[in-house]
């Protein structure tokens, strides 16, 4: 019983000792105070996704830009991506958008962006770049690759199904 007690005064004082974690949280100077669905970072460079636009530092944070609206309607940017100076979006509705001025302008980057029932592959919920390629992961369309040099969106697979089909093909031709 007096272990017990005991061992209850050791746990209320350190509680009691311990700070809040919401001490160790602080906002963001320069970046709205506002719903942010995604953060990515690289070195130097962060991006946030809010509601229409990205917010992006290149020096770590002390400064901020923030981009112009993605697109009319759009209301959430759920992931972001910067890659040699261009900046991906990806929306939640209007799939995937591109700047070459780090959000001053913007282009839709959907060639090939087909396929999903009602629409869902323009529900974009990740981007993630891989060499040189850019996946996409949507909200009930499955993933989307492109290659970033140059070419359109393929549904994940397909454009590897594709090349083994024609590889087969010019096996099987007669000579």
Do not use: C
């Amino acid at each position: 019983m007096i272990e017990t007690a005991r061992s209850f005064v050791i746990a209320l004082t350190l509680l009691v000792a311990a700070s809040p974690a919401a001490a160790q949280w602080t906002p963001v100077p320069g970046v709205p105070a506002t719903n942010i669905f995604s953060v990515w970072a690289n070195g130097d460079t962060i991006a946030a996704g809010a509601d229409s636009v990205v917010h992006v530092s290149t020096d770590a944070g002390v400064t901020w830009k923030h981009s112009v609206k993605v697109a009319a309607g759009v209301t959430s940017i759920q992931d972001e991506w910067v890659r040699n100076g261009r900046l991906y979006a990806g929306t939640f509705g209007q799939g995937v958008f591109v700047s070459d001025d780090l959000g001053d302008t913007w282009l839709a980057f959907n060639q090939g962006l087909v396929g999903g029932i009602a629409n869902s592959q323009l529900f974009i919920s990740d981007l993630l770049v891989r060499g040189d390629s850019l996946y996409a992961a949507t909200s009930g369309a499955g993933v989307y690759v492109r290659n970033l040099a140059a070419g359109t969106w393929q549904h994940f697979g397909e454009e590897r199904r594709h090349q083994h089909e024609s590889e087969r093909r010019r096996t099987t031709l007669p000579t």
